[in-house]
């Protein structure tokens, strides 16, 4: 297929897109409803407004001139030097072509460029293969526990990434 495009910082209409295309994928992976849109809706929304820190960046693929996936990293929010990894989607109609690889591989230099000590993100057990790219691009899986905050009770697992030692 077409090989979409990345490219890094806000777009108009990312918020919405990104927010839409995780509705879509996770209302039918994982049953999430409303409480899971409106969440992601709400954290999204207030992070765009803090792409002004050299911290925090998103990016974007572009297919054909629409977003058909996002990553985000997030410089801000866990202090100490880590880097949260959050919101990564890859649209339906490309997911397994590639393109989260790009994303993911954008983000992750960015993470060196900035030099945060570590980088982690929080997901679903659900997602088997994007814990084989996580795991796969340094990731080791280093919790899990069941909650609820999504409004359905799922496996949650955290992973992180520690900066590779540079000789």
Not at 42 to 58: C, E, Q, Y
Not at 69 to 75: K, P, R, V
Not at 142 to 159: N, T
Request: glycine share 12%.
């Amino acid at each position: 297929g077409h090989q979409a495009v990345i490219c890094a910082g806000y777009r108009p209409g990312i918020i919405g897109r990104t927010v839409e295309m995780h509705a879509a994928f996770y209302s039918k992976s994982a049953e999430f409803d409303a409480v899971f849109e409106t969440t992601v809706a709400i954290g999204l929304a207030d992070f765009v407004t803090r792409l002004g820190s050299p911290k925090n960046d998103i990016w974007y693929a572009l297919g054909n001139n629409k977003i058909v996936g996002a990553i985000a990293i997030d410089g801000e929010d866990l202090g100490d030097g880590q880097a949260h990894l959050r919101w990564f989607i890859v649209d339906d109609e490309i997911r397994g072509g590639g393109t989260g690889k790009l994303l993911l591989r954008k983000a992750i230099a960015f993470c060196d460029e900035q030099n945060f000590r570590e980088t982690r993100l929080w997901t679903f057990e659900v997602l088997g293969a994007a814990r084989y790219l996580y795991e796969s691009h340094g990731f080791t899986l280093a919790d899990e526990h069941y909650g609820d905050q999504w409004g359905v009770k799922i496996l949650e697992q955290e992973f992180i990434r520690p900066r590779p030692v540079t000789n």
